[in-house]
C-alpha cells in the first residue's frame, strides 16, 4: 500500500466496511485527507443500519467478512429502496473471474483488489462519487422536465376538451388518452352558422414534445381557419391548412393526418375530406358499413413535404348521409396499432369494428367513446405506445327524442314540463317510481335554474327526454351562472347544497342513476340518466 498518491481532492460521505480494524482505519485516513466524510461499520449488519440512518455518497465493502459476507451484504443493499442507489465497490482478494462476475451480479459498480494501490484506490473512488453526482444531478434535471411535462399536459388537456356536445340531432363524445403527459392528437367540435357543425381529428408524426406543440398549433390555426371561412367546404380548409403548416413548422419529418367532417343540417349531409387519416367507422345497430365510401388512408397528410399549393380537391371530398340512428366513429391510428399483450398482434381495422359494434349497441354505455377505448383495453390490447383518441358522433332517432323543448325560466313552466315527462314515461309502459324520478329530477333541477340561474326574463333553457328501452336520457342546457358544483361537493358544503341556494343538487344526485355536469362555451350542461329496471326492481 505504497506509492505516490494523488492528490485528487474528493467529497462525499464514504461507508466503509471492513471486519479489520486497521484495514478501516488506513482507508479513513487515506479518504479524510482528500475531503471525504468516512463512517465505518465491522460487519454486515451494522453495514445495512448505517446505510439506511446516514445515507452514505458511496459504499466500499471489503468481500471476505465473517457471517453475512461482501456478496450477500452487496445484495441486500441493492435490494433495499432506501439505499438501491448508492454505488457499491467491492474490496477484495479474489482475482477469479467467478469472483468478480458475482460481484457485478449482486448489484456492484466496481472492484479494488487487495493489496490495493492507494492512487487506483483514490481514483477508482472519486469516479464512483463523481457518477453518482451526475446521477443525482441527472434525476433532478427528468424529475424538472417530468413536472413541466406534466403541467405542459394539464394546460394541453383543457386546450383540448373532451367534453361532450349534445344538440337536437347529435350527440358527440370524445376519448383522449395521451400515451405520454402530452400528446400529438388534435380533435374538436366547432359550432359554424347556420346550424352547420364542423368536428375533426388529427395526429401528428411522432411523439414528445415537439409534436405536443404542433397538435395545439393545429387546433389554434384550423379553429381561426374556420371561423374565418365559414362557408368553405373540408378541401378548402384542408388546402388552407396545409399552407399554414408548412409556412410554421419548418421540419419535413412533421406532418399530420386529418379527418374533417362538416354537417349541413339543410342537406342533412356530412362533406368529408380525409387526409392520410384511418378510415372512420359508420355503425348501426350494431353493424359496421359503408367503409368503402373512404378510400383507405384518404389523401396526403397535412403538411407532408414535396406537395403543391393546393393536394386536396373538392371532388375528393366524401358525402355521408347522415342517417339516423347511426354512430360516425372518428379514431387515431393508436387503437390501430395497439398490441395484444399477450400474442402481440395488432387490434387493426377488422377488431375495432367489431369491438365498437358490440359498445355503441350497449344502451347503458354512456360515454361510448370512453367505453371503445375501456373495451379494446379489456381485450388484452395496450394503449400505452400511442395517443389513442375516439370520436364518437350519434345522429339520434326522432322516435328517442319524447320531449324537447325551449322553456323560459319559470316556475309553473317547469313544473308543467316536469308532468308532462312523467307522463310520456307512464304511457311508454315505465313504472311509477321511474317516472315519478324523472319528474322530481326535471322539478329540483329546474328550480334551481329559475332561481339560481339569474338568466333574464327573455332568456330560456333547452331540455331534451330521450327514452330508450330502458333508459330514460335528460339533457339541461342553459347559459346561467356556473354552479361551481365540483367546488361545493369538495367542500362538503351539504347544508348549502341543501338550501335554496342549491338544494336540487343533493336530491338530484340521489334520484338519477347517472349524472354528468359541465360549463361549455359560457352555459352549464347537465346530462341525467334513469334507468328503467333499477326502478321497477327496487
Known sequence: MTGHVSERSLAGRVLVVDDE????????????ARGCE?????????????AHGMRPDLILVDVVMPGMDGFELCGKL???PRCAEVPVVMVTAKTKIDDLARAFEMGA?????KPFNPRELVLRVGNALELKRSNESLQRWKTRVSNELRLAGTIQRTFFSDK????????????YQPCMDVGGDAFDIVELPSGRLCVYVGDVSGHGVAPAMISTYLKASFGELVRNMPDAGPADLCNELHARFRQSVDASSYYATFFVAIHDPETNVWRCMNCGHPSPLLVRDGKSGAADLFEEGGGVPIGFPMLGDAPYRREDEVAVQAEEGTYFVLYTDGILEARHEASGELCG??????????VLARENEFNKARGLLREVQQRGYSLEGDDCTSVCIYMKRKREVALERFSPPELEEVSRLAAETEGLLKDRGWSEDAAASARLLLMEHGANIVYHSELAEDETFWVQINLGDEV???VAIDRGREWNIDRRSRRGDEEDMLAEGGRGLAIIDAVADYVERYRINHSNVSFFVIRREQRETE
Open 21 to 32: 480494524r486497521p484495514n478501516r482505519l488506513y482507508l479513513r485516513k487515506l479518504l479524510s
Open 78 to 80: 441493492k435490494s433495499d
Open 38 to 50: 468516512v463512517i465505518e461499520a465491522e460487519n454486515g449488519p451494522v453495514a445495512l443500519e448505517r
Open 109 to 113: 459498480l466496481d472492484y479494488i483488489r
Open 472 to 474: 330514460c336520457r335528460i
Open 349 to 358: 381495422r377488422d377488431s375495432l369494428r367489431a369491438l365498437a359494434g358490440e
Open 164 to 175: 361532450p356536445f349534445f344538440s337536437s340531432s347529435f350527440e358527440i363524445r370524445i376519448a
